[in-house]
């Protein structure tokens, strides 16, 4: 599937799309609506939510931690926008290295 990358690739794109939301064009696919941001969620949640699909469908990938929620979670404190996959990489661009 075309999201795979997304799913399996860089886990803090990801915690940041269930807290903020997408929106835009995914691949050239024009969605009718945006992904709405699901920031009320515990980190508990979103850590327990996303490791699951990372490691279903025939995925197999780290776990996301709580602290990885959290630590996201503040990076991006702020935010009430959906992200588009263009802002995404450029907030991946402007984050520490680890
Ligand atoms: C924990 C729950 C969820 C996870 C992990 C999740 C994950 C994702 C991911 C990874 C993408 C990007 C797909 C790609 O890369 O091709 C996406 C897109 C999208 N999701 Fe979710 N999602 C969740 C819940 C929801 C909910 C509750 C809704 C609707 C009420 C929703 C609606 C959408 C839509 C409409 C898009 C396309 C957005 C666009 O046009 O840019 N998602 N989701």
Redesign the pocket.
């Known amino acids: 599937m ?2 795979e ?3 399996n690739g860089d886990k803090d794109g ?1 915690i940041n ?2 807290l903020h939301g ?6 050239n ?3 009718p ?4 941001g ?1 920031e009320e969620h515990t980190d508990a949640y ?1 850590a327990s ?2 490791s699951y ?1 990372r490691n279903s469908f025939g995925n197999k990938q780290k776990v996301v931690s709580v602290d990885d929620v959290k630590e996201i979670r503040a990076a991006s404190k702020g935010r009430t926008t959906a992200f ?2 263009a802002e995404l990489n450029e907030w991946k661009s402007k984050q520490p290295k680890k």
């Open positions: 075309h999201y990358a997304r799913v990801l799309i269930v997408l929106k835009g064009p995914v691949d696919t024009k969605y609506d945006i992904m709405p699901q979103i939510a996303l699909i588009t996959l």
